[in-house]
């Protein structure tokens, strides 16, 4: 179990730029989140999969936002015209199935730092 | 809708004193409710959840949490503070739909930022 991975840990960039970051979840883990974490605040859930079906998108993945998991595996989420409001923690979790799903306990990444210049 | 309020965005407390970080929740069902915390650069770890069981958590590192219904609140305790229990500490609760294949969304506070001085 090497845990969730991120990547890139921190990513600078302008304005009107694509930007897109990438999630190894734990590999016996088929659900995974995507959260987002500005200063100050909590986590704030982006999108989830189960395998490489997406079935839930917040309102706040504007269409701007676009997440993949294509293989079931690892997963990406790319920012297309970056803006300054997108600079933030963007979280990635991964949890294993279980017949109680509110108890599953999610496994999060490191992060990837987003600033957007 | 579930929501979650923590009070105290900053709480400093001296090395070996008691350690209370508030979470008052709100829930249209019985809630399942998580502690993570927080250290710099890092992920969050879960320290432990209430899941219906018994309304005394312990977690790891020495803290626990108790469940009261009737306050609708999960506090976060820990009887002495140590220097590495400086973090930030997020109580979440649990949106997970109640079908077949749900998934754990979960809503998190806004934090807690914990100092501990000597």
């Known amino acids: 179990d090497t845990g969730v991975s991120q990547d890139p840990r921190h990513k600078i960039t302008k304005r009107g730029q694509n930007v897109t970051f990438r999630c190894d979840p734990i590999?016996?883990?088929?659900?995974l989140y995507w959260y987002r974490q500005t200063l100050g605040q909590g986590p704030e859930f982006l999108t989830y999969f189960q395998n490489e079906a997406q079935l839930e998108k917040s309102r706040l993945l504007s269409d701007r936002f676009s997440a993949e998991r294509p293989k079931g595996s690892f997963s990406t989420l790319e920012i297309q015209r970056t803006e300054q409001g997108d600079s933030a923690m963007y979280l990635c979790?991964?949890?294993?199935?279980?017949?109680?799903?509110?108890?599953?306990?999610?496994?999060f990444g490191a992060g990837s730092r987003l600033t957007v210049l | 809708a579930q929501s979650v309020t923590q009070l105290g965005s900053h709480v400093s407390v001296s090395e070996g004193a008691l350690v209370l970080l508030r979470c008052n929740y709100s829930s249209s069902v019985p809630p399942y409710l998580f502690w993570y915390v927080q250290y710099p650069n890092q992920g969050l770890q879960l320290l432990l959840k209430y899941t219906s069981a018994a309304t005394l958590v312990k977690g790891i590192n020495g803290f626990e949490a108790e469940f009261k219904k009737s306050e609708t609140s999960f506090h976060l305790t820990k009887p002495s503070a140590h220097m590495s229990d400086a973090a930030e500490y997020f109580c979440a609760v649990s949106a997970a739909r109640v079908y077949s294949g749900g998934y754990n969304k979960l809503i998190f506070g806004a934090g807690t930022r914990l100092a501990v001085h000597p």
């Open positions: 590999s016996e883990h088929n659900r």
């Open positions: 979790a991964s949890s294993h199935p279980g017949p109680d799903s509110g108890a599953n306990v999610l496994t």
